[in-house]
């Protein structure tokens, strides 16, 4: 079982920058993949970021890529998401996803997401 807690998220203008947290509670968080998802008013969720167990592969969404940098800390049992250049459509409420495959199938854990605001 993992619980996760997301945060950093707010307002921020055009071209700013917000640092996204997901802290995870379990004994076994080096195990999981990490995910961040975002969900847009009106919009399905879609996938935003992904590291693996280690952190040495990442995977971005086109449209983030190059502004978003995904990082996870194992001995403090964090996620983070790095946001630059924000644009108004990085608007939406980030998720944090936790996900670990085996041969029983695959179980997923979500946060509760935070809000990211990009306006003027």
């Known amino acids: 079982q993992v619980q996760l807690v997301e945060s950093g998220g707010g307002l921020v203008q055009p071209g700013g920058s917000l640092r996204l947290s997901c802290a995870a509670c379990?004994?076994?968080?080096?195990?999981?993949?990490m995910e961040w998802y975002r969900q847009a008013p009106g919009k399905e969720r879609e996938f935003v970021a992904a590291?693996?167990?280690?952190?040495?592969?990442?995977g971005y969404q086109i449209s983030v890529k190059g502004r978003f940098t995904i990082s996870r800390d194992n001995a403090r049992n964090t996620v983070n998401l790095q946001m630059n250049s924000l644009k108004p459509e990085d608007t939406a409420v980030y998720y944090c996803?936790?996900?670990?495959?085996?041969?029983?199938?695959?179980?997923?854990?979500w946060g509760q997401g935070t809000q990211v605001t990009v306006s003027s």
């Open positions: 590291i693996s167990p280690s952190g040495d592969i990442t």
């Open positions: 996803k936790a996900s670990l495959a085996s041969s029983r199938g695959t179980v997923e854990y």
């Open positions: 379990g004994r076994t968080f080096s195990s999981y993949t």
